[in-house]
T-cell receptor, first 114, second 116 residues
Framework: QQQVKQSPQSLIVQKGGISIINCAYE??????FPWYQQFPGKGPALLIA?????SEKKEGRFTISFNKSAKQFSLHIMDSQPGDSATYFC?????????????FGKGTKLSVIP | DAGVIQSPRHEVTEMGQEVTLRCKPI?????LFWYRQTMMRGLELLIY????????DSGMPEDRFSAKMPNASFSTLKIQPSEPRDSAVYFC??????????????FGPGTRLTVL
């Protein structure tokens, strides 16, 4: 059973546009929802993360929107730039207190074209 | 790729050979994770350690896979014997209270393994 479902698999956005990637999860015991960014030949790196007690978190051009009742969260990249072209992974931490196990979505390959 | 050194970066071997992947955290940490990344299955957790003790190895695909952490500065992932379906990029990651106060995991650059 896939604990985290991510969509779309790939996304092409014009420079300056908004990129939106969605994730859905099953287990309500998850309590930390990060997004990781991966460039070719590199390991994933944390981009932004949110806890379930807030509905939105913004860092620069990157925003996470969190809908606890729907068990969904999404990443919005405003004013997308070619340098944002990468693969993005959502993840969930847990379940259970004290768990540091991350389960990742399958990833979204974002291409931002000039 | 701050915090973790992996070696080798690329490994090409023939089916049936033993393969050892190495991870050297260069920052203080309490958790160390091994992941495998493939196009088909994405990023999968294989095993993780807390203070050098294996906590959960349920992601290890078969008995051909084994991992050790003899000390806080070194961990290995061994595949014996290797098979073509083991071809993937293997990542080591750490959770470090020195680098971040949150649940962030810091990934190494990965080892790209090709089994012919």
């Amino acid at each position: 059973q896939q604990q985290v479902k991510q969509s779309p698999q790939s996304l092409i956005v014009q420079k300056g546009g908004i990129s939106i990637i969605n994730c859905a999860y099953e287990n309500t015991a998850f309590d930390y929802f990060p997004w990781y960014q991966q460039f070719p030949g590199k390991g994933p790196a944390l981009l932004i993360a949110i806890r379930p007690d807030v509905s939105e978190k913004k860092e620069g051009r990157f925003t996470i929107s969190f809908n606890k009742s729907a068990k969904q969260f999404s990443l919005h990249i405003m004013d997308s730039q070619p340098g944002d072209s990468a693969t993005y992974f959502c993840a969930v931490l847990g379940p259970g207190a004290g768990s540091y196990q991350l389960t990742f979505g399958k990833g979204t390959k974002l291409s931002v074209i000039p | 790729d701050a915090g973790v050194i992996q070696s080798p970066r690329h490994e090409v071997t023939e089916m049936g050979q033993e393969v050892t992947l190495r991870c050297k955290p260069i920052s203080g940490h309490d958790y160390l994770f091994w992941y495998r990344q493939t196009m088909m299955r994405g990023l999968e957790l294989l095993i993780y350690f807390n203070n050098n003790v294996p906590i959960d190895d349920s992601g290890m695909p078969e008995d051909r896979f084994s991992a050790k952490m003899p000390n806080a500065s070194f961990s290995t992932l061994k595949i014996q014997p290797s098979e073509p379906r083991d071809s993937a990029v293997y990542f080591c990651a750490i959770r470090s209270g020195e680098l971040s106060s949150y649940n962030e995991q810091f990934f190494g650059p990965g080892t790209r393994l090709t089994v012919l």
